[in-house]
């Protein structure tokens, strides 16, 4: 059989497996796309993707449901390459392949990061691996770096380099010759200080240089004979990847068959959660479930693949998803630009703004968007049905749109109007869907993609709102080498009602683990224990049951595996609570047990026994030999202190827990969102001070370093000479404060340049709530949303309501139904629903 005979006859079955009903369109779409790939010459390349996905799913490797433009391919559909049904979501199959356009296709696939390697592995197999290669990246020197080089060559001081390398903008695409145009800052710094001329003299012919070279995150080349015959390559180790020494558009160009294999953090999330809750298949579940939809319309996402941040929370909150298509729209509007659609879309779906058409046939179009373009398919679409382009026309426009091709949007725009013409389309409608379409070269995104993306995060949404547990437990295992995220999570299950307990040899797996709808934390998440010695501890339990004793613990466990380092680490974090032994008496007696141990094992490994190991009796055996631990246990704030030290995070408790409410009013931004905000964002932030580090300037000046931790994570604050001064006192360790900052990134890692301390004072909890509300500007109805939205938190605190009406301002109380739970999520959802001046106290 031909490749092209194979193709059809998979395809075939998938189309019948993929629809109940096979109709003359499906069928239609399904040959048209057939025809064009065997004329393409793609068929090959069709069933090398077909086979290593198969592959992948066999082996349990987790893959996406689709990336790009390829999610438009009712082919790639029936081959199971992509999940989301191209029919189903009008998405076309020319903005991935155009007859007009001899280009390869371009798949990029998705898969969980574990498993990755496994599927490039079995491509190098299948074709040979002198025939499979990873394709290599070439690090170019930017302006910043070029800046931050020449000063460092030159032995001009940091803080002097660091101030000119941040008078260029952040950001990809930036020049120092664009930096240096009149009314620049680089510019007036150049003409006025001689420093910074020599500075960025020397830096001018190092940018753009090649720094280093790296490996694409993504590519991997097949060859149809061995690679040395096509294009050099390197391996720099016995041990290391085979990757090409050109890169990706000159491998393309010599003809070469590129594959993107990506791996998504996101998948291994859901792998790990499937594998908690049993006996579920994620593709199968329902995509307009009610509980899911509740959720994310309350802004209840973390952890939700795409919509955790704060402004896509928000964006929840005003659009209120009830239905796939919205979760699609989000994902393509929440970037900048588009996102000033958010609220007309929100106003439009929930009637609160009229949805109009300038011309009805743009109606089956747009309808589905409330009469807003956000998909470049859109567009296609308009051109194709008003204008009379042909699919491949309007694939060219599309392009020209999606990469600003100016040249090419001018020779379609004589075309475009005269086909409106042709159609019957007024001039003036016609020459402003021109403009919208010149506009829509800032925002308009390809729907395909939205669609994947929509997919995974309502995946993830699903997984948190039915299993929540299982979901934050998985979501977590994930994050174990990001610091900053796992308190952020352990919060976020604390706030959802979980439970996470402190890792125990006596429960405890090596991830994450959900136990009696509790997460506790694997042994694998404590510093100082390495994966071998987690291992060692979960092999001996299962083989001999649980640990009576730390005595028991250390006579059982290879001391190769578990030292005496790893033994205090455990200690530290409460890993042997469950024996009943006190943390401040196993640490007064750890050199003991650790030689206890040490001689155990030598003795078993000489044959040798004692008397006492006849009898049986674990307590008889232990009384005879051991000294007695002590039961008084540490002070609670030091214990907090250790576990911290081990852990990473306060897991027990968290010394901000009581008045974490309190403090989310008066701050603006949580620690852990720092490295996600902008460099100079001026924000509030509070915490718990930790380590604090005193230097001195060279001006003889003291100023301070200190760590500020608060539920969702840490960092560190830099409090310069000026601002010490001021707030000496307040810059110690176990101090609550309050800091307004400046966001500082640099070299990898962000910063709060302190601008204003002071100590954070606990007020009791106010026993009411106050929203204001403007009966003479909001849309009716306003109150019964409000109404449900109390519902939705309820709690203790009375609703008082100042209303304002055209006969005067009314105080309302709500009904003892309707007292709510003063919480920062409630207060976000107010101030969604009311506007910031709608929350009084």
């Not at 012919?205 to 061995?226: C, F, M, N, Y």
């Not at 049905?385 to 699919?391: K, V």
């Not at 725009?413 to 379409?437: H, P, T, Y």
């Given at each position: 059989?031909t490749?092209?005979?194979i193709?059809v006859s998979?395809?075939?079955?998938?189309?019948k497996?993929?629809?109940?009903t096979?109709?003359p369109?499906?069928?239609a779409r399904?040959?048209?796309e057939?025809k064009?790939?065997?004329?393409?010459?793609?068929?090959?390349?069709f069933?090398?993707?077909?086979?290593?996905?198969a592959?992948?799913?066999?082996s349990?490797v987790?893959?996406?449901?689709?990336?790009?433009?390829a999610?438009?391919?009712?082919?790639?559909?029936?081959?199971?390459i992509t999940?989301?049904d191209?029919?189903?979501?009008?998405?076309l199959?020319?903005r991935?392949?155009?007859p007009?356009?001899?280009s390869?296709?371009?798949?990029d696939?998705?898969?969980?990061?574990e498993?990755?390697?496994?599927v490039?592995?079995?491509?190098?197999?299948?074709?040979g691996?002198?025939?499979?290669a990873?394709?290599i990246?070439?690090?170019?020197?930017?302006?910043?770096?070029?800046?931050r080089?020449?000063?460092?060559?030159?032995?001009?001081?940091y803080?002097?380099v660091?101030r000119?390398?941040?008078?260029?903008?952040?950001g990809?695409?930036?020049?120092l010759a664009e930096?240096?145009?009149?009314?620049q800052e680089?510019r007036?710094?150049?003409?006025?200080?001689?420093l910074?001329?020599?500075?960025?003299?020397?830096?001018?012919p190092l940018?753009?240089?090649?720094?280093?070279?790296?490996i694409?995150?993504?590519?991997?080349v097949?060859?149809?004979?061995?690679?040395?015959?096509?294009?050099p390559?390197?391996?720099?180790?016995a041990?290391?990847?085979?990757v090409t020494q050109?890169?990706?558009?000159d491998?393309?160009?010599?003809g070469?068959?590129k594959?993107d294999?990506?791996?998504?953090?996101?998948?291994?999330?859901?792998d790990k959660?499937?594998?908690?809750v049993g006996?579920?298949?994620?593709?199968?579940?329902?995509?307009d479930d009610a509980?899911?939809y509740?959720m994310?319309?309350?802004?209840d996402?973390t952890?939700v693949?795409?919509?955790?941040?704060s402004g896509?929370?928000?964006?929840?909150?005003?659009?209120k998803?009830?239905?796939?298509?919205?979760?699609?729209a989000l994902?393509?509007?929440y970037?900048?630009g588009?996102?000033?659609?958010i609220?007309?879309?929100?106003k439009?779906k929930?009637?609160r703004?009229q949805?109009g058409?300038?011309?009805e046939r743009?109606r089956?179009?747009t309808g589905?968007?409330?009469?807003?373009?956000i998909y470049?398919?859109q567009?296609?679409?308009i051109?194709?049905?008003?204008?009379?382009f042909?699919p491949?026309?309007a694939?060219?426009?599309r392009?020209?749109?999606?990469?600003?091709?100016?040249?090419?949007?001018?020779s379609l725009?004589e075309?475009?109007?005269?086909?409106?013409?042709?159609n019957g389309?007024?001039?003036?409608?016609?020459?402003?869907?021109?403009?919208d379409?010149e506009k829509?070269?800032d925002y308009?995104?390809?729907?395909?993609?939205a669609?994947c993306y929509?997919?995974?995060?309502?995946?993830?949404?699903?997984?948190?709102?039915?299993?929540p547990?299982?979901?934050?437990?998985?979501l977590?295992s994930?994050?174990?080498?990001?610091?900053?995220?796992?308190?952020?999570?352990?919060?976020?299950c604390?706030?959802?009602?979980?439970e996470v307990l402190?890792p125990?040899?006596n429960?405890?797996?090596l991830?994450?683990?959900v136990?009696?709808g509790?997460i506790?934390?694997?042994l694998?998440a404590v510093?100082?224990?390495?994966?071998g010695?987690?291992r060692a501890?979960?092999g001996?339990?299962?083989?001999?049951g649980?640990?009576a004793s730390?005595?028991d613990?250390?006579?059982?466990?290879d001391?190769?595996c578990?030292?005496?380092?790893v033994?205090?680490?455990?200690?530290?974090?409460?890993a042997?609570?469950?024996?009943g032994?006190?943390?401040g008496?196993?640490?007064?007696?750890?050199?003991?047990?650790?030689?206890?141990?040490q001689?155990?094992?030598?003795?078993?490994?000489?044959?040798?026994?004692?008397?006492f190991?006849?009898?049986?009796d674990?307590?008889e055996?232990q009384?005879?030999?051991?000294p007695e631990?002590?039961?008084?246990?540490?002070?609670k704030?030091?214990?907090?202190?250790?576990e911290?030290e081990?852990?990473?995070l306060?897991?027990s408790e968290?010394?901000l827990?009581a008045?974490?409410?309190?403090l989310?009013?008066?701050?603006?931004?949580?620690?852990?969102?720092?490295?996600?905000?902008?460099d100079?964002?001026v924000v509030?932030?509070a915490?718990?001070?930790?380590?604090?580090?005193?230097l001195?300037?060279?001006?003889g000046?003291p100023m301070?370093?200190m760590?500020?931790?608060?539920?969702t994570g840490?960092?560190?604050v830099?409090?310069?000479?000026?601002?010490?001064?001021?707030?000496?006192?307040?810059c110690?360790s176990?101090?609550v404060?309050i800091v307004k900052g400046?966001i500082?990134?640099k070299?990898?890692?962000?910063?709060?340049?302190a601008m204003?301390?002071?100590a954070?004072?606990a007020v009791?909890?106010?026993?009411e709530?106050?929203?204001r509300?403007d009966?003479r500007?909001v849309p009716?109805g306003?109150?019964?949303?409000?109404?449900a939205?109390?519902?939705e938190?309820?709690?203790d605190?009375?609703?008082?309501?100042?209303?304002e009406t055209?006969?005067?301002?009314?105080?309302?109380?709500l009904g003892?139904?309707?007292k709510?739970?003063?919480s920062g999520d409630f207060f976000?959802?107010?101030?969604?629903?009311?506007?910031?001046?709608?929350?009084?106290?």
């Amino acid at each position: 059989m031909t490749p092209s005979s194979i193709l059809v006859s998979l395809c075939d079955e998938g189309l019948k497996r993929r629809y109940e009903t096979v109709t003359p369109e499906l069928e239609a779409r399904l040959r048209f796309e057939l025809k064009t790939i065997r004329e393409m010459g793609f068929a090959d390349y069709f069933l090398i993707v077909w086979d290593f996905i198969a592959f992948a799913k066999r082996s349990g490797v987790g893959v996406g449901p689709g990336r790009g433009s390829a999610a438009g391919s009712i082919v790639a559909y029936c081959l199971d390459i992509t999940d989301i049904d191209p029919i189903r979501y009008d998405l076309l199959f020319e903005r991935f392949l155009n007859p007009g356009r001899k280009s390869m296709p371009d798949i990029d696939i998705d898969f969980s990061v574990e498993g990755r390697e496994r599927v490039i592995n079995y491509v190098a197999e299948k074709y040979g691996r002198d025939r499979v290669a990873q394709i290599i990246t070439f690090g170019t020197m930017a302006a910043r770096a070029a800046v931050r080089d020449a000063g460092r060559v030159l032995e001009i001081p940091y803080g002097t380099v660091d101030r000119l390398a941040k008078l260029i903008p952040e950001g990809p695409g930036q020049m120092l010759a664009e930096c240096l145009k009149p009314g620049q800052e680089l510019r007036a710094a150049y003409d006025s200080d001689p420093l910074c001329k020599e500075v960025v003299d020397l830096a001018r012919p190092l940018e753009g240089l090649v720094r280093q070279d790296s490996i694409h995150a993504a590519g991997v080349v097949i060859g149809a004979k061995p690679l040395t015959d096509v294009v050099p390559l390197q391996q720099k180790g016995a041990d290391q990847e085979v990757v090409t020494q050109f890169a990706m558009g000159d491998v393309e160009r010599l003809g070469l068959l590129k594959m993107d294999f990506l791996g998504l953090r996101n998948l291994d999330v859901i792998d790990k959660a499937v594998d908690l809750v049993g006996d579920l298949d994620i593709s199968q579940i329902p995509l307009d479930d009610a509980k899911t939809y509740a959720m994310l319309a309350r802004g209840d996402a973390t952890g939700v693949f795409q919509f955790e941040s704060s402004g896509m929370r928000d964006a929840l909150r005003q659009v209120k998803p009830n239905v796939f298509e919205d979760l699609i729209a989000l994902v393509a509007l929440y970037r900048p630009g588009p996102m000033q659609y958010i609220p007309v879309y929100a106003k439009r779906k929930h009637g609160r703004e009229q949805v109009g058409f300038a011309d009805e046939r743009l109606r089956p179009i747009t309808g589905t968007t409330y009469g807003i373009c956000i998909y470049q398919e859109q567009y296609m679409e308009i051109a194709k049905d008003l204008a009379g382009f042909s699919p491949a026309e309007a694939d060219d426009l599309r392009k020209a749109i999606g990469k600003k091709i100016h040249e090419l949007m001018a020779s379609l725009k004589e075309k475009f109007i005269a086909g409106c013409g042709a159609n019957g389309v007024s001039s003036k409608v016609a020459r402003q869907l021109w403009e919208d379409m010149e506009k829509a070269q800032d925002y308009s995104f390809n729907k395909s993609h939205a669609a994947c993306y929509a997919l995974i995060a309502y995946r993830t949404a699903w997984l948190k709102a039915h299993y929540p547990c299982q979901y934050m437990a998985a979501l977590i295992s994930s994050v174990m080498n990001t610091k900053d995220r796992v308190p952020f999570y352990v919060n976020a299950c604390d706030e959802m009602g979980i439970e996470v307990l402190p890792p125990d040899v006596n429960f405890s797996q090596l991830g994450f683990a959900v136990i009696e709808g509790k997460i506790r934390f694997g042994l694998n998440a404590v510093k100082g224990v390495g994966e071998g010695a987690a291992r060692a501890v979960v092999g001996a339990r299962e083989e001999g049951g649980v640990f009576a004793s730390i005595w028991d613990f250390v006579e059982r466990i290879d001391p190769g595996c578990v030292n005496k380092r790893v033994l205090e680490a455990l200690v530290k974090c409460g890993a042997f609570d469950s024996t009943g032994a006190s943390r401040g008496g196993l640490l007064e007696l750890l050199d003991q047990i650790g030689a206890w141990g040490q001689k155990r094992s030598a003795d078993r490994l000489s044959g040798q026994s004692s008397i006492f190991d006849l009898t049986g009796d674990e307590g008889e055996r232990q009384s005879r030999h051991h000294p007695e631990i002590s039961s008084e246990e540490l002070e609670k704030p030091e214990l907090l202190k250790l576990e911290k030290e081990v852990l990473g995070l306060y897991v027990s408790e968290h010394p901000l827990h009581a008045i974490r409410d309190q403090l989310r009013r008066k701050t603006n931004c949580g620690l852990s969102e720092l490295d996600r905000r902008r460099d100079g964002e001026v924000v509030v932030v509070a915490g718990i001070v930790g380590h604090v580090r005193q230097l001195t300037t060279k001006k003889g000046d003291p100023m301070a370093f200190m760590r500020l931790d608060d539920v969702t994570g840490g960092a560190e604050v830099v409090v310069f000479s000026s601002i010490y001064a001021q707030a000496r006192d307040l810059c110690a360790s176990d101090q609550v404060l309050i800091v307004k900052g400046r966001i500082d990134h640099k070299e990898g890692e962000s910063k709060l340049l302190a601008m204003e301390l002071k100590a954070f004072e606990a007020v009791s909890e106010r026993r009411e709530v106050r929203l204001r509300v403007d009966a003479r500007k909001v849309p009716s109805g306003i109150v019964s949303e409000l109404a449900a939205l109390v519902r939705e938190f309820p709690g203790d605190s009375p609703v008082l309501l100042d209303v304002e009406t055209s006969d005067g301002a009314r105080q309302l109380r709500l009904g003892p139904a309707y007292k709510v739970k003063a919480s920062g999520d409630f207060f976000a959802e107010a101030k969604a629903l009311l506007g910031e001046a709608g929350v009084v106290a």
